[in-house]
C-alpha cells in the first residue's frame, strides 16, 4: 500500500465520501447514484476488490461512517432523502451476491436532508450521532446490542432553535475521541447560524460546553483531531469562504493557562527559558548567600558589620584559612555576581512575580471553565469552498478537498504555524 493507485469505482455519478475502516484493509465509497460500494483490499496483490455495490438510499448518499470493529462489520450511510441506514455484513453470504450486507430499518426521524453522521468512540456503547439540515443532531442507539434490529433516539440536540430547512444549509458532526479527558463530547458546526458549538453528554443529555466562534461564511465541514497525550484538543473547521480555521480547546480548566508559542507546552505566565534557569540557580544563589554571612561572623568577630560587608563584597573576604577561606571565597563571589545582575533578592522577586502570574492565570482559567483559542486560519489558494477536512490518526496532520478538486495536507511546523506539505490534483490522479 506504499505506492500509488487509482480504483475503478464505477459510480455512475458524483463520488461525495470515502471512508476506512479502522485497519484500513476495507474501503466504502457513496455518490450521487444513489449507491455504497465496499471494497477489501487484497494483500497478496495490493489492489482493491469490490466486495458488493448496494443500493442504498433514494436519493444522493453524502457521508459514511463505519463502527470500532469491536461491535462487527457495521457502517453507516445518510442521504438527501432524509434517512439514516445501518448496513451489517453477512459473512456467511457470498461477495458481490447482493446479499452480502444488509440494511437494516432506516432512520426516518428527520424531516430534512442528513448531512452528517459519526459513530461514538469505542469506549462507549455502541451509538451513532446524526445532524441534518432540520437543525437537530440526534444520538441513536440500538435496543439490542446483538441483533442491532430497532435503533431509537436517546437524546438530541436543538442546534438551531425554532429549527431549520435544507435552504439554511447543512450541520456537521465529529466526536472527541479521547478516553482520558472529559469523555462524551462533540463539535457541530453549520447551518445559518454559521457557529460551532462543543456539546458533552451528561446524564443523557447534552450540555454545551463553549462556542468555538461565529463566522462569515457557513461552515460545511468539522473534525476533532485525536489528542495524543496533549494537553488541550485540536478542532478543524472547514468553511465556504475558502478558509481552515483551527482551535485549541481546553476541557479541564485547570489546563486552560497553557498557550500556543514557540513551544507546544507553554504557560501563561511563563516568559521565556530565562525564567526556568533563575529558578533552577536560585537554591545554588541561596546556599552562597549563607555561607558568605556565616564565614564572616566567625572570621571577623571584633569588627564592624559594615566593614565586614564592605571588604567581602569588594576585595573577597578577609582571610580565613583552610575550608573556612574557601567557604568565605565562594561567598564573596556569589555577592559580586549578585551585584552585577541586580542580586539574588532581585531573582527572588522576580520569580515570585512569574510564579505570582501563572497561578494567576490558572485562577482564572479555573474561574472561566473550558476555553477555544482560534492558532491558525489557513486560506486556501484559489479561494474556493472547503468541502472536507480530516485528521490523521495521531492529529498531526491535516487533509482538506475543496471545490477546486484538489486535496491539499498540512502540517504544523515547530514555530507553530500550518503549512501546506503536498496537493494532488484531480487531473494529476
Known sequence: MDQDQSIPVNHDDFIHDI??????????TCGSDRCIKIWDWNRQTGLWILNESISAHDSSVVRLSWAHPEFGQVLASCSLDCTVRIWVEQETNLKNSGTRWRGLTP???????????AFAPEYTSLSIATASSDGKVRLYSPTDSVRL???TVNCFIDFVPGGATDADGPLSVSWCKSRFSSPHMLVVGGSRHKNVKIF?????AFVELAELAQYDSHVLDVDWAPTMGRSYHLIATACADGHIRIYKFWSDPELAGTRLTGSLFVRDGDDDDDGDEEARDQPRDDASDDDSISDDSISDDDDDDDSDDSDASVSGGGGGGGDEGDAESEGSDAAATGSVFGGTAGQKRRTRATAAAAAAAAAAATAAGPRSELVSDISVQPSVPIRRIRWNSTGTLLVSSSDDGVVRMWRMTPSGTWREMAAVSAESA
Open 149 to 151: 434490529e430497532n435503533w
Open 107 to 117: 432512520l426516518t426521524d428527520s424531516k430534512a436532508a442528513v448531512h452528517s453522521i
Open 200 to 204: 458533552q453528554l451528561l446524564n443523557n
Open 19 to 28: 471512508a476506512y475502516n479502522f485497519y484500513g484493509t476495507r474501503l466504502a
